[in-house]
């Protein structure tokens, strides 16, 4: 069964997040369909690492493509106008799932949880089933620190379909 995977990141590729791209490079590798969804693009590792590649496909929240949904959704833009100063944080979330959804993934991934609750609230317009990778300082420090991101968090796991945890210690955390 071959799918369509959609990876939420912030950059890709990065050197920080080699697991990122070293995942992204198995499953494209088995047939499946990779679409990673991210702010910034480093077209040099990119071109490195993936090169003809044509299972991986790399989709950017670029202001172009906003421009573009705000003149193909002008009920959106007018819809937004009530929520007063909070217009153009709304706008950009009801972007950036629709950018999602235009991947037609069978799984959306969000590769880590503090990407994931800037999708709050929102994430139940995802079209697709919905992961997120609970790992690294967000989960020990921030969840323990943070009343907010505990809040947040607890949300969002209501809202998914998996979590995935790269530790047995992570998970207890959780």
Same mark, same amino acid.
């Given at each position: 069964?071959? #799918?369509?995977?959609?990876?939420?990141?912030? +950059?890709?590729?990065?050197?920080?997040?080699?697991?990122? %791209? @070293? *995942?992204?490079?198995?499953?494209?590798?088995?047939? /499946? $369909? =990779?679409?990673?969804?991210?702010?910034?693009?480093?077209?040099?590792?990119? @071109?490195?690492?993936?090169?003809?590649?044509?299972?991986?496909?790399?989709?950017?929240?670029?202001? $172009?493509?906003?421009?573009?949904? =705000?003149?193909? /959704?002008?009920?959106?833009?007018?819809?937004?106008? %009530? *929520?007063? *100063?909070?217009?153009?944080?709304?706008?950009?979330?009801?972007?950036?799932?629709? +950018?999602? @959804?235009?991947?037609?993934?069978?799984?959306?991934?969000?590769?880590?949880?503090?990407?994931?609750?800037?999708?709050?609230?929102?994430?139940?317009?995802?079209?697709?089933?919905?992961?997120?990778?609970?790992?690294? %300082?967000?989960?020990?420090?921030?969840? =323990?620190?943070?009343?907010?991101? *505990?809040? =947040?968090?607890?949300?969002?796991?209501?809202?998914?379909?998996?979590? /995935?945890?790269?530790?047995?210690? #992570?998970?207890? +955390?959780?």
């Amino acid at each position: 069964l071959k #799918m369509r995977i959609a990876i939420i990141v912030d +950059t890709f590729p990065s050197l920080s997040e080699t697991f990122i %791209s @070293n *995942k992204v490079l198995y499953l494209a590798r088995r047939g /499946h $369909q =990779l679409f990673v969804v991210c702010n910034k693009k480093n077209d040099t590792l990119f @071109n490195h690492l993936f090169a003809n590649n044509k299972n991986v496909t790399v989709v950017l929240f670029s202001k $172009q493509k906003l421009l573009q949904y =705000l003149s193909l /959704h002008p009920g959106e833009s007018i819809a937004a106008l %009530s *929520k007063g *100063k909070d217009f153009q944080k709304h706008i950009y979330k009801k972007f950036k799932i629709n +950018t999602i @959804n235009d991947c037609n993934a069978d799984i959306v991934h969000f590769g880590f949880s503090g990407i994931a609750v800037t999708f709050l609230p929102g994430k139940e317009d995802i079209k697709a089933k919905k992961g997120v990778s609970c790992r690294g %300082s967000a989960e020990y420090i921030k969840l =323990l620190a943070y009343d907010e991101r *505990k809040r =947040l968090v607890k949300i969002l796991f209501d809202q998914v379909d998996t979590i /995935h945890c790269v530790s047995g210690n #992570m998970q207890q +955390t959780i």
